[in-house]
């Protein structure tokens, strides 16, 4: 990047430097299960602690229905708490993101308007890119046409740029997915799972936003980097929490353990604002996508469009 480097970015690249020889990717993988889950929370080390609690939670449903119920319970009541923590957090995070991102924009100048420029452009085209592969994919597997697909999911992705949620856009993608002949029972039951769980544009987001960290602080990453984020956006973005750049929330330990400043999630929310409408698009599209898959899968073929009916008196 051009320019001054922001605050902080000689001191996290020489921490990079010094930092010693680095881990393989086997070795990264060995470290994902701690050793003491306890530790693993205190210190922040929330991919470890996130593949605990996977396995916590497969144990959990093997066990007797006596032990599983009272843990689910309590679980449940916990993670509506933290959620709820979770909110005050955000509500409070434009300020500290306005005091984190100031002394970058005044040190970094244009070359800062420039690197988000890049972020927001480069942001762009992969959502274009993984949009336009799902028209194929939905066309070759799911049995509709690209240009019916493409005309039925239209308002629902107009919708998703407006609002920048899914969950906003739930209404609109059941129309569309029962204009596209989908039987309700299907869309009823992968819609409002797909738009809990299934977030495609994860992979989009965490790469993207990856390089421009790196671009914003001067620090160099490679392929295998990228590919960890790329692989870890599959596997976490399911447990993303269903709160606004909940996603980033995964990201923070991520970023420091490929040799990037934690402080760098601030500087992605801060800039958020567009690349979120373009992976809402993605969301929404995916969403819908799944649904007509899993009605093919389940053998009920989609129904073709109506012919449209003639007006009374017609010849």
Do not use: H
């Amino acid at each position: 990047m051009a320019g001054s480097p922001p605050p902080g970015a000689a001191e996290a690249a020489q921490q990079v430097r010094s930092s010693g020889t680095p881990v393989g990717v086997m070795e990264w993988f060995t470290t994902l299960i701690p050793p003491n889950p306890v530790e693993a929370a205190a210190s922040g080390n929330m991919v470890s602690l996130i593949v605990f609690v996977f396995l916590l939670a497969l144990a959990t449903a093997r066990s007797a229905p006596e032990s599983r119920e009272p843990l689910v319970r309590f679980f449940k009541a916990l993670g509506e708490v933290m959620l709820l923590l979770v909110g005050w957090i955000i509500t409070l995070a434009p300020i500290a993101v306005f005091a984190l991102v100031l002394p970058l924009a005044v040190q970094g100048g244009g070359a800062l308007v420039g690197a988000v420029g890049y972020y927001i452009a480069s942001f762009a085209i992969g959502s274009a890119i993984v949009v336009a592969l799902l028209y194929p994919i939905v066309a070759s597997l799911g049995g509709i046409g690209i240009g019916r697909f493409a005309r039925a999911v239209l308002p629902t992705q107009m919708i998703a740029i407006s609002c920048s949620s899914s969950i906003a856009s739930l209404p609109a993608m059941v129309s569309r997915a029962d204009a596209l002949g989908i039987p309700a029972r299907v869309s009823g039951f992968v819609l409002p799972l797909a738009v809990s769980v299934f977030k495609p544009a994860a992979g989009v987001a965490w790469v993207v936003g990856v390089l421009f960290v790196s671009r914003v602080y001067g620090i160099e990453i490679g392929a295998r980097e990228l590919g960890i984020v790329a692989a870890a956006a599959v596997l976490l973005s399911f447990a993303a929490p269903g709160v606004p750049r909940g996603a980033f929330l995964l990201l923070t330990p991520l970023l420091t353990a490929i040799g990037l400043p934690a402080e760098g999630v601030g500087v992605l929310i801060a800039v958020d604002l567009i690349p979120d409408m373009f992976a809402t698009v993605i969301n929404v599209t995916g969403d819908v996508t799944a649904t007509a898959l899993v009605a093919r899968l389940s053998r009920d073929d989609v129904v073709p469009a109506a012919p449209p009916v003639p007006a009374a008196g017609a010849a």
